[in-house]
C-alpha cells in the first residue's frame, strides 16, 4: 500500500508563513496526482491546490496568490508553501495522492492530517 507522511503544521501569527511536505512511500508504480486539502472545525474537507504529474497546478480561490503547490517528482514528496496566512486558514491540512500500485490499479491515498492554527 502507500503511506503519504505530512509534516510542517503548528502554530503562525496572522501575515505569517509557514511550509507543509508531504512524502509518499510504498508500493507506487506511478503517481498520478498529489494535493492538499484542508477541513475547519464545523466544515466540510476542502480543496486547496493540487499538481498532477505534468505538472499542471489547481488552487482554490482563497488561496491564490498566497500559497505555492510543488512537487518533486523523484522524492514523491509534495510541498506547500503558504504566505500571508489568515486566521481563516486555520485547519487540518491533508495530503491526498491518486497513486497507480500497478499498471493497471490505482487509488486515491491521504495523510494523517497535520494541523495549522493561524492566530490572530
Known amino acids: 500500500q502507500v503511506q503519504l507522511v505530512e509534516s510542517g503544521g503548528g502554530l503562525v501569527q496572522t501575515g505569517g508563513s509557514r511550509g507543509l511536505s508531504c512524502a509518499a512511500s510504498?508500493?507506487?508504480?506511478?503517481?498520478?496526482?498529489m494535493g492538499w486539502y484542508r477541513q475547519a472545525p464545523g466544515k466540510e474537507r476542502e480543496l486547496v491546490a493540487t499538481?498532477?504529474?505534468?505538472?499542471?497546478?489547481n488552487y482554490a480561490d482563497s488561496v491564490k496568490g498566497r500559497f505555492t503547490i510543488s512537487r518533486d517528482n523523484a522524492k514523491n514528496t509534495v510541498y506547500l508553501q503558504m504566505n500571508s496566512l489568515k486566521p481563516e486558514d486555520t485547519a487540518v491540512y491533508y495530503c491526498?495522492?491518486?497513486?497507480?500500485?500497478?499498471?493497471?490499479?490505482?487509488?486515491?491515498?491521504w495523510g494523517q492530517g497535520t494541523q495549522v492554527t493561524v492566530s490572530s
Open positions: 510504498g508500493t507506487i508504480f506511478r503517481i498520478i496526482a
Open positions: 491526498n495522492a491518486y497513486v497507480y500500485t500497478s499498471t493497471t490499479s490505482w487509488d486515491a491515498y
Open positions: 499538481v498532477n504529474a505534468g505538472g499542471s497546478i
